[in-house]
């Protein structure tokens, strides 16, 4: 490695790492919730273990990261019972839902979250995904070195500049977890790029006992031999991560890890669909928001518009960007009846005895067509007429929808404007030298 790779290796982990007394603050605050939390169990008479997840507990944080505090119950606990007691003790927190609900916890720069689980006995003993958190943890510590978890921070933030880390579903990027093992496959950030850089799609790094089909990206989980780690990783984020490891060079490595942020905005014809929600857990809205998202373009498409792109965002409310080719259609479409030899052609035919304003039918081929009317030619009002017949989720208010364009796209938040692009690349796509 050469002195200035090396030096540039050191500049990231020093913007990336927490200070000493920075760390202490937010290891003692941890450690204030966990008593308290004991505290709580005596009081309330429940009877659970405290356990220290995530990247805090294997040494692999960086700034930013979230604290993950668990409740391991060695039986059956009732989920909502416990949320009830934890939110009367911090009534700051935010509740949230993953498998089942956990309390949020925000701070001044991180968050702690308060998640209630099962205590298994092993990778395969287990009752909901948080359950296998334990032997995570304790993978990483028996199997990392120091200098191994200095590379995992390394990648984390590689991962964070290009848009491809988290695995919450909003992004479907790479968990902490994935660039870990990434880590201990292949030692160092450096070998991990080197070897990205020449990966396939699909790419099956590991062989399991199950097949995961469908999957862009196999790596076996080794706590758990079943379980595939990057199954939520998008082939778009996949893709997003090969190009940048090809591209990828310390002499510009600015670029990826701290990409300077722009400003940009919705195209003319773009439409956005606000819709309101009574819980806004992105968990459980970004979901339903793609499949409505995937309904109402199936609808715009039947009646002649084009979306030429759309995307999904949480932000107080969910938010869907629909991008057309054009915002207006034409008068008139074409409706193409049966041909003439069908059985289905008299009653065709009955239905267009008199025609439409523009003529009568007239034969295209060997079918019978009407040049006809168009009901709605304005993509905002399509959009408003489709909507209430989709079935929402109880999360939103479906009452209190809104369909914005024109000149009130400026009204979205800079947040989804900057970003409904997504995954989209940055300015190191620049950066061809060695291609």
Request: contains cysteine; glycine residues 8%; hydrophobic residues 40%.
């Amino acid at each position: 490695m050469t002195d200035i790779n090396s030096s540039n290796r050191m500049a990231v982990l020093e913007a990336i790492m927490e200070k000493p007394n920075a760390r202490k603050k937010v290891l003692a605050r941890i450690e204030e919730v966990e008593a308290r939390l004991l505290d709580i169990g005596k009081e309330e008479g429940l009877k659970f273990e405290i356990f220290l997840g995530g990247s805090y507990a294997k040494g692999t944080d960086i700034k930013g990261s979230d604290a993950d505090i668990f409740m391991l119950f060695p039986d059956d606990f009732d989920a909502i019972k416990v949320l009830k007691v934890l939110k009367k003790e911090f009534p700051e927190g935010r509740e949230e839902y993953s498998d089942h609900p956990y309390l949020m916890l925000p701070q001044k720069s991180f968050s702690i979250d308060i998640v209630p689980g099962y205590k298994a006995t092993s990778g395969r003993d287990l009752k909901t995904a948080v359950d296998r958190t334990p032997f995570h943890v304790k993978f990483v510590q028996e199997n990392f070195s120091n200098d191994m978890k200095d590379e995992v921070r390394i990648l984390k933030q590689f991962l964070k500049g290009i848009g491809s880390y988290g695995a919450e579903s909003s992004v479907q990027g790479f968990s902490g977890y994935l660039a870990e093992l990434l880590i201990y496959r292949f030692k160092t950030f450096d070998d991990v790029i080197s070897n990205a850089r020449k990966w396939k799609i699909p790419c099956i790094l590991d062989k399991g006992k199950k097949d995961f089909n469908g999957a862009s990206l196999v790596i076996i989980d080794p706590v758990d031999s079943d379980r595939n780690v990057a199954a939520n990783v998008s082939i778009e984020n996949l893709s997003t991560f090969i190009l940048a490891s090809g591209l990828f060079t310390w002499e510009k490595w600015k670029d990826f890890f701290f990409p300077e942020k722009k400003e940009f905005s919705f195209p003319k014809e773009a439409v956005v669909v606000f819709i309101p929600c009574r819980k806004c857990n992105e968990e459980v809205l970004i979901p339903n928001l793609r499949r409505i998202s995937s309904v109402l373009r199936g609808e715009l498409e039947s009646i002649g518009f084009r979306v030429i792109f759309s995307s999904v965002f949480v932000e107080k409310g969910g938010y869907i960007v629909v991008v057309p080719d054009a915002v207006k259609l034409g008068q008139a479409s074409l409706h193409i009846g049966p041909p003439v030899t069908s059985q289905n052609i008299r009653s065709f035919l009955k239905k267009w005895k008199d025609g439409t304003p523009f003529g009568m039918p007239f034969m295209v081929g060997d079918r019978v067509c009407v040049l006809r009317e168009r009901e709605v030619d304005d993509i905002s009002h399509a959009i408003a007429g489709i909507l209430p017949k989709i079935k929402l989720s109880s999360d939103f208010d479906q009452n209190r929808m809104i369909v914005i364009s024109g000149k009130d796209l400026g009204k979205v938040p800079a947040s989804v404007r900057n970003g409904f692009l997504f995954p989209s690349l940055g300015k190191w796509v620049g950066n061809l030298g060695d291609v």
